[in-house]
């Protein structure tokens, strides 16, 4: 048995939190209501660990829920970052490192002809629905459950993430009015989608998380994506892919280069900040010329392409770009996802390891999970005590069971080693725990 996890620090420090912070923190699924217990508070990362207040260091498998895809502190992005910090943090004016992310995107994603960059994936949402109404000039929007797209009102409806960790999923606060422009569909279901349209001529657009990595990961089914496409195409409406989470994740160009979908307009975040904030939205020419200056879409923001996230964005992207990453990448999640299978023949284990690319989630439940509906039957107590028992072993995973694990460049061979025992010992722990 591993020591008890020493904690003092975090608690301590959760508790002064509390005081001033609401909750004690600042995004809800950091409070770990999900797996119960204190917050662990962080002092460093370095490379694939994460250190924590009271000393202990873990692997980790959160990657600061997705940007973090070299690992922490990574040297090429540091010294980029530094020598960026030295000329002034903003200008609050165009400076010439946007225009060269902008490029380095759209090599990437050849569905986005133009680019505007933001300061997270909440507002590139926000800012491509307003698009998406204002080109079709229609109002209603489909969305799926379990899928999370930022805090934005309309999105708000049936919501995961840490929307579903809470059971917030619909929040107080959004009107009955805003909800009712969004419907909001299982998961991987093409027949209600089908339905949607037949009832209602006035749906803008679907936004879909390609890969959803917010009710734990779920891949779309065969077919899906495709499906999708070719619905809105037939109805007049647009095609959002939400790839905040997996541009430049479940591929270099993402899930529409993983699953050959060309989508009208998409979001990123996450990776493209190379650990900063930055979000943004593109697509075809014609759509996005729609945008203020341009057109008479209006989004604006201050620290909209700063410097220095553009900076910490464009030394990511380099190292990304580089030959056989992903297929490296990959094969780490990979060896980790057999090291489960094997876990599960030995032990019986009724578990599940859902994975594309370097996004994975494990779910305590003895089938695939296929969408939000069945994700909030698998067994979340066991999740938690799992998480608890990684932990003691040095192992971070998302605690909880709506959000996707992230693997990082920086995991070496022995910590992938590390990683398969500590989820074989955990997977007994939890089985064990009522
Ligand atoms: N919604 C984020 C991941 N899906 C979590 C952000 C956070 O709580 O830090």
Same mark, same amino acid.
């Given at each position: 048995m591993p020591? =008890?996890?020493k904690?003092d620090q975090s608690k301590?420090?959760?508790?002064?939190?509390? *005081?001033h912070l609401v909750g004690g923190?600042?995004? =809800?699924?950091?409070?770990?209501?999900?797996?119960?217990?204190?917050?662990l508070?962080?002092s460093?990362?370095?490379?694939?660990?994460?250190?924590?207040v009271?000393?202990?260091?873990?692997?980790?498998?959160?990657?600061s829920?997705?940007p973090?895809?070299?690992?922490?502190a990574?040297t090429?992005?540091l010294?980029?970052?530094?020598?960026?910090i030295r /000329?002034?943090?903003?200008?609050g004016?165009p400076?010439?490192?946007?225009?060269?992310l902008?490029?380095q995107? /759209?090599?990437?994603?050849p569905s986005?002809?133009?680019?505007?960059f933001v300061?997270?994936?909440t507002?590139?949402?926000l800012?491509?629905?307003r698009?998406?109404?204002?080109a079709t000039?229609?109002?209603r929007?489909?969305k799926?459950?379990g899928?999370?797209?930022?805090?934005?009102?309309s999105?708000l409806?049936?919501?995961g993430s840490g929307?579903?960790?809470?059971g917030? =999923?619909d929040?107080?606060?959004v009107?009955?009015e805003?909800?009712s422009?969004?419907?909001?569909?299982?998961?991987n279901?093409?027949?209600?989608?089908?339905?949607?349209?037949? /009832?209602?001529?006035?749906?803008?657009a679907?936004?879909v998380?390609?890969?959803?990595?917010?009710?734990?990961?779920?891949?779309?089914?065969?077919?899906?994506?495709k499906?999708?496409?070719d619905?809105?195409a037939k109805n007049?409406a647009?095609l959002?892919?939400?790839e905040v989470m997996?541009?430049?994740?479940v591929?270099?160009?993402?899930a529409q280069?993983?699953y050959g979908? *060309?989508p009208?307009?998409?979001t990123?975040?996450k990776?493209i900040?190379?650990?900063m904030p930055?979000?943004a939205?593109?697509?075809?020419?014609?759509?996005?010329?729609?945008v203020?200056?341009?057109?008479?879409?209006?989004q604006?923001?201050t620290l909209s392409?700063?410097p220095?996230?553009m900076?910490?964005?464009i030394a990511?992207? /380099?190292?990304?770009?580089e030959p056989?990453f992903y297929?490296k990448?990959g094969?780490s999640?990979?060896f980790v996802e057999?090291g489960?299978?094997r876990a599960v023949?030995?032990?019986?284990?009724?578990?599940?390891?859902?994975?594309?690319?370097?996004?994975?989630?494990?779910?305590?439940?003895?089938?695939s999970?296929?969408?939000?509906?069945?994700? *909030?039957?698998?067994?979340r107590k066991k999740?938690?005590?799992f998480f608890?028992a990684?932990?003691?072993?040095?192992v971070y995973?998302p =605690?909880?069971q709506?959000e996707?694990w992230f693997f990082?460049?920086?995991l070496?061979?022995?910590?992938?080693?590390k990683?398969? *025992?500590?989820?074989?010992?955990?997977?007994?722990?939890?089985?064990?725990?009522?």
């Open positions: 020591k =008890p996890l904690t301590k420090l959760f508790q002064a939190a509390q *005081k923190v600042n995004s =809800p699924v950091r409070a770990f209501k999900g797996v119960g217990g204190t917050p508070f962080f460093r990362g370095k490379g694939p660990y994460l250190i924590d009271d000393g202990n260091r873990y692997l980790d498998l959160v990657g829920w997705g973090l895809i070299l690992g922490h990574d090429t992005v010294n980029l970052v530094r020598r960026t /000329k002034g943090l903003t200008f004016a400076s010439p490192l946007e225009t060269q902008a490029v995107v /759209k090599k990437a994603f986005v002809e133009k680019i505007r300061s997270s994936g507002e590139a949402v800012s491509v629905l698009l998406a109404r204002a000039q229609k109002k929007i489909i799926f459950n899928c999370y797209h930022g805090h934005g009102d999105l409806v049936a919501a929307a579903a960790t809470l917030l =999923p929040s107080p606060g009107p009955e805003f909800a422009l969004t419907l909001s569909l299982p998961y279901d093409l027949g209600a989608v089908e339905s949607a349209f037949s /009832k209602y001529s006035d749906i803008a679907v936004i998380e390609p890969v959803a990595g917010n009710m734990g990961l779920v891949p779309p089914k065969p077919g899906f994506l499906g999708l496409r619905l809105t007049q647009l959002l892919f939400d997996t541009g430049f994740r591929a270099f160009g993402g280069e993983l979908i *060309k009208d307009l998409t990123l975040g990776v900040g190379g650990g930055v979000g939205y593109g697509g075809r020419q014609e759509l996005m010329s729609q203020a200056p341009e057109g008479p879409v209006y604006a923001g392409g700063n220095v996230a900076a910490a964005g990511t992207l /380099k190292k990304l770009a056989s297929e990448l094969g999640a990979a057999e489960v299978r023949q030995k032990t019986g284990a009724p578990v599940v390891f859902q994975r594309v690319g370097s996004m994975a989630t494990l779910f305590f439940c003895p089938h999970i296929e969408n939000y509906e069945q994700a *909030k039957n698998s067994d999740y938690a005590a608890w990684m932990a003691q072993r040095g995973i =605690p909880s709506f996707a990082s460049a920086a070496t061979q022995e910590n992938l080693k990683i398969v *025992k500590a989820i074989g010992e955990s997977l007994n722990e939890a089985l064990e725990a009522n």
